[in-house]
C-alpha cells in the first residue's frame, strides 16, 4: 500500500511548479467551486474532510477526500476543448484507485443539492 501511495506524491521539483498554481486556484475559485466547497468543507458530508486544489501526481484535482479515495471535479466551457487531457488524467487517476466524479459548472450551480446527493450515494458505498 504504501509503495502505490508513494507513485503519486508529487515530487519536491514539481510541487515548487504546482504550489503557486494551486494556491492561486483555491483563494481565485470559480463560482461553482465556490458552491460547491461552501458544501464539501468541516466534514459537511458523512463526516468527510475534503481538501480543494489537490495535487496527486502531475495534477491538480479540485476537491479530494483521501479517506474514499475520491476526487471531484467541477468542469467549466475549457473542458469541451481538452478531452484527451481529462482522458490522461482520468486514466493516471483510476490507475491509484482514485474514483473521479465530475460536474459541469452549471450543474453545480444551479442544483447543488442533486449534487450532494449524488456525492453522498457514491461515499456511502465506501465507508
Known amino acids: 500500500m504504501k509503495n502505490q501511495e508513494n507513485r503519486w506524491r508529487t515530487t519536491p521539483a514539481l510541487w515548487e511548479k504546482l504550489k503557486p498554481i494551486a494556491h492561486r486556484m483555491r483563494y481565485e ?46 468542469d467549466g466551457d475549457i473542458h469541451q476543448y481538452q478531452p484527451e487531457k481529462d482522458a490522461l488524467r482520468q486514466e493516471f487517476l483510476s490507475g491509484l484507485g482514485i474514483r473521479v466524479m465530475r460536474f459541469p459548472n452549471t450543474i453545480v450551480l444551479l442544483e447543488i443539492d442533486k449534487v450532494i446527493q449524488q456525492i453522498e450515494n457514491s461515499v456511502s458505498r465506501t465507508i
Open 29 to 74: 475559485p470559480t463560482q461553482a467551486e465556490k458552491t460547491l466547497w461552501q458544501r464539501l468543507r468541516k466534514h459537511q458530508v458523512r463526516g468527510l474532510s475534503f481538501r480543494r486544489q489537490f495535487c496527486i501526481g502531475q495534477f491538480i484535482v479540485d476537491f479530494y477526500c483521501a479517506r474514499v479515495k475520491l476526487a471531484i471535479e467541477v
